[in-house]
């Protein structure tokens, strides 16, 4: 059997891994910041109807250029931003990441770069491996906010093509202030990525990059159905920003690349916004439930704007991550020293959580032995 060492692959992707979490048999998966809450039966009825009316010019390629998902979406940010997107401002992909991808092969590649402020969403390096763009670490304080000033001296001195700012952050949750995105932005001579995959679950009073848009052509908002509108198993991601940007990513896209079927389901759900974000409080007070209960277990966690968060300090957390699976609860080890990470999920799956913390506390001290 022939091994990967053995092909001909690129010199910079050899020794990588693929992304993926572990996925142990676990009772309570809360590693991977699904939402929990199952989609309503009125949607569940109406996706039959609209999949099967799709079904019926399955024969037929799809709309290439996706213009009424892109109309629905754009009225989806357009209500919740209080910010004016039009259809010739939004792009859709499957997922969020094929949208990031396009953006770095149009505005990436081979003799460019990109830069993102670590510890941030690992897809993003990963991403600009497989688009032949050279990638730059930026720099984070040690409780992990961005040093702005710092920030962006580095973006002048490195010059990088795509800048990506992931607000709220994963893996720490916290959101980015527009401040901060703003000087960022003035400082970069490429175009700018605000990754807000999980902005739908931000404290109240965090805004949205999207008020942003309005003179800055080279910023680009992404956003996804995966998180708060629970369609993880959809692949539907998208983007907003300046008209000429979806131009440019029009120039890399596949042909047909969202099905009809995507489409079709991803209006559907639009259409039913009210009741798909219903969840969100819920998530949220999960979220707030864990944030409270850590202080008398004595741990702490990262301020989090998403529907997960980042809690230590241990001083080995890997063995945590695997006394909690051993009570059935599994978490994600993002590889940062002495913090896991856990999805808020159900109200029962928070309780088994903070349960098999409980006791895991009490025979794991933390770094110092306290």
């Known amino acids: 059997m022939t091994s990967l060492e053995e092909l001909p692959l690129r010199p910079e ?5 693929p992304y993926g979490a572990p996925q142990p048999p676990a009772t309570h998966r809360l590693n991977t910041n699904e939402n929990p809450h199952p989609l309503p039966a009125d949607l569940l009825a109406d996706l039959g109807a609209a999949l099967g009316r799709a079904a019926l010019e399955l024969n037929r390629y799809p709309d290439r250029d996706a213009v009424a998902l892109r109309a629905d979406l754009a009225a989806y940010l357009t209500r ?5 997107v039009t259809p010739q401002q939004v ?5 969020s990441n094929e949208v990031l991808q396009q953006v770095l092969q149009a505005f ?23 688009t032949g763009t050279t990638w730059v670490d930026g720099h984070r304080r040690a409780d992990f906010t961005i040093d702005t000033a710092a920030a962006a001296q580095q973006i002048r001195e490195t010059a990088p093509d795509v800048v990506f700012v992931t607000s709220p952050n994963n893996p720490t949750g916290t959101a980015v202030a527009l401040e901060t995105i703003e000087q960022l932005y003035a400082a970069t001579t490429g175009v700018l990525v605000v990754d807000e995959a999980y902005t739908e679950f931000a404290r109240a009073g965090t805004p949205s990059a999207l008020t ?16 708060a509108f629970g369609m993880a198993g959809l692949r539907l991601g998208y983007l907003a920003a300046d008209p000429a940007v979806v131009d440019a990513l029009q120039l ?24 798909l974000l219903a969840t969100v409080d819920a998530v949220k007070a999960q979220r707030d439930r864990i944030v409270a209960a850590l202080p008398g277990m ?11 968060v980042l809690f230590g300090r241990f001083a080995d957390a890997p063995a945590v991550w695997r006394a909690l699976l051993e009570r059935g609860v599994l978490v994600r080890d993002v590889g940062l020293p002495g913090w896991l990470r856990v999805t808020a999920g159900t ?4 309780e088994a959580f903070l349960t098999a913390l409980g006791e895991v506390a009490r025979i794991q001290p933390g770094p110092e032995g306290d």
Do not use: C
């Open 91 to 95: 792009w859709a992909a499957n997922g």
């Open 212 to 227: 942003l848009l309005p003179g800055r052509p080279r910023l680009i908002v992404s956003r996804t159905m995966s998180k």
């Open 252 to 275: 890399v896209r596949l042909p047909y690349h969202l099905s009809s079927l995507t489409q079709a389901a991803a209006r559907t759900a639009l259409a039913h916004t009210d009741a």
């Open 80 to 84: 919740t931003s209080g910010e004016t």
């Open 347 to 350: 109200a029962e799956e928070t």
């Open 13 to 17: 992707l050899r020794g990588r891994s």
């Open 108 to 130: 990436g590649g081979a003799g460019r770069t990109a830069l993102g402020f670590t510890p941030s969403y690992s897809m993003h390096p990963i991403l600009a491996a497989g």
């Open 298 to 308: 004595g741990l702490t966690s990262v301020p989090s704007d998403a529907n997960f």
